[in-house]
């Protein structure tokens, strides 16, 4: 079967699928839909999986979830204990505490990359818990990982 031309007119690669783009073009096509129709590809989203949810029957859903529990107990673990740290459980709930009652002012931009969002509180030291950097998602994972930023 022949494959036609990208729709984007500079592009002229190969199409990936029915769509009529290219796989980088579908790909942000689809980006921009989902971006544009958020809530309706949640509402989509809700249906399919209840949809499923009635096609396989209880039962097996149970029994998907049991698998998945098991297979991954170790992961779950492993995340539970960091996340139930005293000292940092301590620091979240104290700055989560100060910004909705307006003792401290969240930013509408990262201190980082100065994109505009709205930030993580990262903290540095957890036995101050409202000296905080605040960072997009991208620049905390980076810093919580170690990774250099981009």
Not at 29 to 40: A, C, L
Not at 56 to 74: A, I, L, M, S, T
Not at 127 to 144: A, I, T
């Amino acid at each position: 079967m022949a494959r036609g031309k990208c729709a984007v007119a500079a592009c002229g690669e190969a199409t990936y699928s029915t769509s009529g783009y290219c796989r980088e073009h579908h790909r942000q096509y689809t980006r921009e839909y989902r971006e544009k129709n958020r809530d309706r590809v949640r509402e989509l989203g809700r249906k399919n999986k209840a949809a499923e949810r009635e096609r396989k029957g209880p039962e097996q859903v149970r029994q998907e979830w049991r698998d998945w529990y098991q297979k991954n107990k170790e992961h779950r673990r492993s995340w539970q204990k960091r996340r139930n740290v005293p000292t940092q459980k301590r620091a979240r709930h104290l700055l989560e505490w100060a910004v909705e009652s307006g003792f401290i002012a969240r930013p509408n931009r990262c201190s980082s990359c100065r994109e505009e969002c709205v930030p993580d509180g990262h903290h540095e030291d957890y036995s101050k818990p409202f000296d905080v950097e605040w960072l997009c998602r991208r620049c905390h994972s980076h810093k919580q990982n170690g990774a250099p930023e981009s």
